[in-house]
């Protein structure tokens, strides 16, 4: 499955990794702790959930499946409020 940023949100990072989103259509902002940005920046990239997981494990000290649970819960919410859409 392919998890697509919606062309409808502009993310904006800071110093220090955190960021936020925000939903042109909605005009919502989301602010997102390091590890959301670098999920992000991940799905910008074409990159799988099982890709980012393993960068964030050799970036960090946190094991794999810990670090698949965040980025997997982290996608959750963008699906919920619909940031994302999955494709097959």
Do not use: C
């Amino acid at each position: 499955m392919n998890l697509t940023p919606g062309k409808h949100v502009v993310a904006t990072d800071f110093d220090g990794g955190e960021g936020i989103l925000v939903d042109l259509n909605t005009k919502k902002y989301y602010q997102l702790n390091e590890t959301a940005m670098i999920v992000w920046k991940g799905l910008e990239q074409g990159k799988s959930t099982t890709e980012i997981a393993a960068e964030i494990t050799s970036n960090y000290e946190v094991a794999l499946d810990q670090a698949t649970l965040s980025v997997e819960r982290i996608v959750d919410n963008f699906q919920t409020y619909k940031l994302i859409s999955a494709s097959q």
